[in-house]
């Protein structure tokens, strides 16, 4: 299971060194990647760096199954909207599934012993590896001398005493393996996934609570500001151009579009849900703020998508401590 970190290839390299033919397998999530547009970029460094040690890499998409169990993850979240262990989980079951297409016998991972607190201490990685159903046939040869042995060892198809005993947070061994190797331009250790983000986090809390979790709102998280005009209705204001073009092309039938007149730089903002005379007035006031023109009245046009027909409010902007009252 290749993570697009250094720990993923460099276990992935300890069992190819002896000579066991290995299958990369990365599964991508809805919560891999802030912005949709590089998606095709990181595939593309994906199997480029697992090409770099002899390994061929296959991307599994985990969208319905990741986000039912991100609903009600069984052993909870990390300090934001994390939930590591059901992740971990759930990917390894699903490598398990594709073991006898593949050919497989077992599972290599790069995770080590007290790296992480929440998914790679002694009792979790257990945890893991019995809940995924892999028990015995789950190897990590990064901390593979201080954890029982595995099927795969036993068998001796795996020789244990070349394997590698690292453990806790220190990237130097990994770093000295690398050189060894000869693998070089990984990427840093700094987590990826945006359920770790604080301000993401609470942007996937409150779609939670509204009952609005799909892929369609996902992608919305991933852009602009983010406000709370009622039970069922979302405003996402852009906070540059990129984000203006991406909120126009991420806009679905029956979604509303507001920004200044022609003749204002301002943002782009989409509001997605329940509309009425209440919902457009204050999405415009806030459209307004954000033109940054003090408290001067301005003209907003707003239309729903994919309608051309506009309709404009001359308004002043929100106060700002009523804005602050719906920011998420």
């Not at 276990?11 to 397998?25: C, H, M, S």
Request: proline content about 5%.
């Amino acid at each position: 299971m290749i993570s697009g970190g250094l720990d993923s290839l460099l276990a992935a390299r300890l069992v190819k060194e002896q000579g066991v033919d290995v299958q990369g397998i990365y599964f991508d999530t809805p919560f891999c990647l802030r912005d949709k547009t590089l998606e095709d970029k990181r595939a593309k460094a994906l199997k480029d760096m697992s090409r770099s040690i002899g390994v061929e890499l296959r991307i599994e998409k985990l969208n319905g199954e990741y986000l039912a169990m991100l609903k009600d993850p069984k052993h909870g979240f990390g300090s934001n909207m994390n939930p590591c262990i059901d992740c971990k989980i759930l990917m390894l079951a699903k490598a398990k599934e594709l073991m006898p297409e593949l050919g497989a016998s077992f599972i290599i991972t790069g995770e080590v012993l007290g790296q992480r607190p929440m998914s790679q201490y002694r009792i979790a990685l257990e945890k893991i590896e019995k809940e995924s159903g892999l028990e015995g046939l789950l190897l990590r040869p990064l901390s593979a001398q201080l954890l029982l042995q595995t099927i795969p060892e036993q068998k001796r198809w795996i020789k244990r005493e070349l394997l590698a005993g690292f453990t806790g947070r220190s990237r130097r061994p990994q770093i000295e393996l690398a050189a060894r190797f000869g693998i070089k331009d990984y990427p840093n250790a700094a987590g990826g996934c945006l359920l770790t983000d604080p301000g993401f986090s609470r942007r996937l809390e409150d779609l939670i609570k509204h009952g609005a979790m799909d892929m369609d709102n996902i992608a919305l998280l991933k852009i602009g500001r983010h406000l709370r005009l009622g039970p069922k209705t979302k405003l996402v204001v852009g906070r540059n151009e990129k984000e203006n073009n991406l909120l126009l092309e991420t806009a679905k039938n029956g979604d509303y579009i507001f920004m200044p007149d022609i003749n204002t730089p301002g943002p782009t903002c989409l509001v997605r849900g329940e509309i009425n005379k209440d919902t457009v007035q204050i999405s415009c006031s806030v459209a307004c703020y954000y033109c940054r023109l003090k408290d001067e009245a301005l003209n907003i046009e707003y239309w729903s998508y994919p309608d051309k027909e506009k309709k404009m409010l001359n308004i002043v902007p929100i106060k700002e401590n009523e804005l602050n009252k719906i920011k998420i």
